[in-house]
């Protein structure tokens, strides 16, 4: 893995000074304790097209999707990411069982791919890191 430079550094802080944003704060907080459904029924049940809680969602998914975008894509050092971005992990996890219905609905199945690729080889570096540090998130995040 590459050394993490000061770009990296610069476009972390700026990514976290977007998540500092009225609307973003706002989605964030509803998402991290509201958004928890585990099939299709309960995320339309939860979120129906055109709700506020269905703005919510696409705002805090397609953030994380953009900020992992930037890991795929060399643009931001991976480990730096992962060492500050946890955040983006619970929001797949909490999303990753309502995706693929979603996908098919959008007729996209790249949709959120940047996350859950990043998210993967998130869950991988934790493994290794510290072995049941993943799945032990995942039980306290209630994914």
Known sequence: M????YDDANLLLRLYDLRREEKMREARAWFIGHF???TMAEYLQLCPPGSENNARVRMVATYWDMAASFVNTGVLNEELFYSNSRESLLVWVRMRNVIPEIRAGYKDPTFLKHLETVS???EEHLNRMTPGTYDAFVARIGG
Request: glycine residues 0%; aromatic residues 10%.
């Open 36 to 38: 928890k459904p585990k």
């Open 120 to 122: 993967r080889r998130f």
């Open 2 to 5: 590459s050394q993490a430079t």
